[in-house]
């Protein structure tokens, strides 16, 4: 009987010692998970940390980046437009100075135009004087020698009809007059043409290129 009893109260004593040890075998255990689990949680936490760190760095690189990027397209810009700019500038400085120049050479076009107008208005001038005086002269050497020259030389005419005068070929008065100087006009022949006697006596006129041709006393 003792013994039954006495095995009976050593297998209470068992159940009630077992959970007692148990609970303390599962106390450690779970401390030791919930640090591990802690380590983990400080451990992912600073390893996100660091993939967002380098996540930001990465953004401000990046943003940096495009910044300068953005900075050097100003900067190409602005050159290219400085350089429009001095170049437009240029094209009109030539152009001003093109225009410049062409008024200048228009204006001294005009003016040369002017004086060769004005010189060959009075070289025209001076010689339609010299023809209007070789004329007068003319006409009143044969009206003094006409009478003469028709005695003396029946081949000569004093006064050749209008038609002789517009058909002969002769020089212009003022060449006429120059060609033969101071010599006496004794009249004119059949043609229109004015003969003058040089100082020796030999007979001539002025041909239609300004020159002497001599003429026989019997033609």
Excluded: H
């Excluded at 009976?8 to 998970?33: D, H, M, R, W, Y």
């Excluded at 081949?155 to 058909?167: G, L, Q, R």
């Excluded at 009249?187 to 100082?199: H, M, N, S």
Aim: aromatic letters at 2%; glycine letters at 4%; one cysteine or more.
């Amino acid at each position: 009987m003792k013994k039954i009893i006495a095995l009976s109260a050593l297998l209470c004593g068992l159940f009630l010692i077992n959970p007692t040890v148990k609970a303390q075998e599962e106390k450690p255990k779970k401390e030791k998970k919930a640090k591990a689990d802690k380590k983990d949680d400080a451990a992912k936490a600073a390893k996100d940390a660091e993939k967002e760190a380098k996540k930001k760095e990465k953004e401000a690189a990046k943003a940096a980046k495009d910044a300068e990027k953005e900075a050097k397209k100003k900067e190409k810009e602005s050159a290219k437009a400085d350089k429009e700019k001095e170049a437009k500038a240029d094209k009109k400085d030539k152009k001003a100075k093109e225009e410049k120049v062409d008024a200048k050479a228009d204006k001294k076009t005009k003016e040369e135009k002017a004086d060769a107008k004005d010189g060959k208005k009075e070289k025209m001038t001076a010689e339609e004087k010299a023809a209007k005086k070789a004329e007068r002269d003319a006409k009143k050497a044969e009206k003094e020698d006409s009478k003469k020259v028709a005695d003396k030389n029946p081949t000569v005419k004093p006064e050749p009809t209008k038609t002789a005068v517009k058909t002969a070929k002769t020089a212009d008065k003022a060449t006429e007059k120059a060609a033969a100087g101071d010599d006496k006009i004794i009249g004119k022949d059949d043609k229109g043409r004015t003969i003058y006697e040089g100082p020796r006596g030999g007979r001539y006129y002025i041909n239609s290129n300004g020159n002497k041709t001599y003429i026989k006393k019997d033609a």
